[in-house]
């Protein structure tokens, strides 16, 4: 059984910033962790906008606190982020993720799972890495 909790996480290896601070990702179970799946929790920071294209990996996301926008792209078509409201990269889809207000908390998983090395390329994809 693996039982963590979000504390013991911070400032630790599994506490992943965006280079220029958008976002905070912490990273609840890893690749080696062998569940199939990764799970984190991240803060998008109010007002900011992150250019996200994961072409290796599907992503499921789900908002418990704050607010925030999905921009589709190419068409710009915009959804809404609040509270209990979910949303799924199921076609590896490009987009923008905008901060609103107030910080967003996200809970998400991500398929194939995160080693923690990833980082966000030139073109907003995370690299399939194989090696733990």
Known sequence: MIVRNIDDIRETDREVHAPGEQWISRRML???????????ETIIKAGTKTHIHYQNHFEAVYCVAGNGRIEELPNGKVHEISDGMMYALNQHDEHFLH?????????CVFN?????KEVHDENGVYPLVTED
Not at 99 to 107: A, P, Q, T
Not at 112 to 116: E, K, N
């Open 112 to 116: 194939p799972p995160l080693t923690g």
């Open 99 to 107: 901060g609103g207000s107030e910080d967003m908390r996200l809970i």
């Open 30 to 40: 890893l690749k080696n962790d062998g569940m199939g799946f990764s799970f984190h």
